[in-house]
């Protein structure tokens, strides 16, 4: 019996110490306790009145350098895609275009970059060799890469990839005096900075205040475009940013012209028509977006230079995905939508910056007309990019731009005190 009783004593007291445990566990573990096993699994994956659990909401940030008009449509877009796509939160930074490439290039510096970048196509090829991008071909869907025309694909094409996909074109664009043309016996922009200096001696025999060109006093690519927009083929000061034999006796040359530089850049396509009425002003640039703007009766006035006869700065702009997103494949979603031939169509007619599309331009789709001037501007864009922007491309420019300034500043005959000032920055270059 007293066996008996001690054996059922210790069952007794091993069921207890069981069924302690059983009560304890739960409690010592707490809810946020990586406890594993069935009943915990099911109870996480079917919730109890079985609804589909919640999907994990993917953020994206997108950073962009635009108008305000612009970014507005952007929030709105994002708007609507949070609406489609409600796993997805969007937020949106805008900066000014000054500040983008130092900014977001400190930014990726660090890793911190927003999920999506709207790069100017000149900076993509150095984001992508730095590592600072992933490859975007993903965001090439169905035939929109055979869609894109070849001047605004190639500045993104790196190592066999796509580092972007293209948004838009904004060229700056040489504009001269229509009237100051007409009455010196030119109905055409001129073709070399010669004949551009006979029209200005001809414009100063009746305007003895006239000026050549108005450029601002840090625009090294406003100088460099114009320069290129008098040359039959063009291109090489934009794109290597050193003088050639012959734009160098260009420079020199602008320190000869009866006509002095103006400088300037305030007021945009406004101011540019105030100084060509007043026959005080001969040349200018403007970005097709102003001139897109102009009505017929100001064309008469604002005439552009030849576009299909030299080489065009496109001005283009691309969406990038940064290598530090969490998101690769939603930003990819955001940009193939964002970028579709129906968007780029409705941001063209709203801005007048120009598609990236072949088929916007050629009228292919039945849905919209074409762009205006559409066999210009394709084939000024269908062909390999005139200024193919490698790594080092932004560095040269500021160097250029500083040059440009410092001659400003020191005075009259600015093109020959830029090349005394490129010679000489160019001599402590080579001696480091």
């Not at 079985?50 to 612009?70: C, K, N, T, Y």
């Not at 001696?201 to 114009?226: C, F, N, T």
């Not at 065009?312 to 702009?317: A, D, K």
């Amino acid at each position: 019996m007293g066996a008996v009783s001690r054996k059922t004593y210790m069952m007794l007291l091993a069921g207890s110490g069981f069924l302690l445990l059983l009560i304890v566990m739960p409690l010592v573990s707490g809810p946020g306790s990586p406890v594993s096993g069935p009943l915990l699994r099911t109870n996480r994956e079917q919730p109890a009145d079985g609804a589909a659990p919640p999907a994990e909401r993917r953020r994206l940030h997108i950073a962009v350098a635009m108008s305000e008009q612009e970014f507005a449509r952007l929030k709105a877009f994002n708007r609507e895609m949070e609406a489609r796509y409600p796993e997805l939160s969007i937020f949106e930074t805008n900066i000014d275009s000054a500040d983008a490439y130092r900014t977001w290039k400190q930014e990726a510096q660090i890793g911190d970059s927003p999920d999506i970048m709207l790069l100017d196509n000149a900076w993509v090829r150095e984001f992508a060799v730095r590592g600072y991008l992933l490859p975007a071909d993903s965001a090439y869907t169905g035939e929109t890469l055979s869609d894109q025309l070849k001047g605004m694909l190639e500045p993104l094409q790196w190592n066999g990839y796509y580092w972007g996909v293209p948004k838009d074109a904004d060229p700056l664009l040489a504009v001269w005096n229509g009237e100051l043309l007409r009455s010196a016996g030119s109905e055409k922009p001129p073709g070399s900075i010669e004949e551009a200096l006979r029209l200005a001696a001809a414009a100063a025999d009746r305007e003895p205040d006239v000026r050549l060109v108005r450029l601002a006093a840090e625009d090294g690519l406003g100088l460099a475009v114009w320069l290129d927009s008098l040359e039959a083929s063009g291109g090489s000061a934009v794109r290597r940013h050193v003088p050639t034999d012959k734009e160098a006796g260009m420079l020199r040359l602008l320190g000869t012209a009866a006509a002095p530089l103006m400088i300037g850049a305030d007021g945009g396509a406004e101011k540019v028509k105030q100084l060509f009425r007043s026959g005080r002003l001969l040349s200018a640039l403007l970005p097709q977006s102003e001139y897109a703007g102009l009505g017929a009766a100001d064309r008469k006035l604002v005439v552009r230079s030849e576009i299909d006869r030299h080489a065009v700065w496109t001005g283009g702009r691309s969406f990038v995905i940064s290598a530090a997103t969490e998101a690769p494949d939603e930003a990819s979603r955001w940009i193939a939508e964002f970028t579709s031939a129906n968007r780029q169509w409705e941001d063209y007619r709203e801005f007048g910056k120009l598609p990236a599309r072949k088929s916007l331009y050629s009228g292919t789709l039945s849905a919209y007309s074409s762009v205006a001037d559409g066999a210009a501007w394709f084939a000024a864009f269908d062909r390999p990019e005139a200024y193919p922007a490698d790594p080092e491309w932004t560095s040269r420019m500021t160097a250029w731009s500083e040059t440009w300034a410092a001659a400003v500043r020191a005075g009259a005959e600015e093109g020959r005190r830029f090349l005394e000032e490129w010679e000489r920055r160019m001599a402590v270059t080579d001696r480091h």
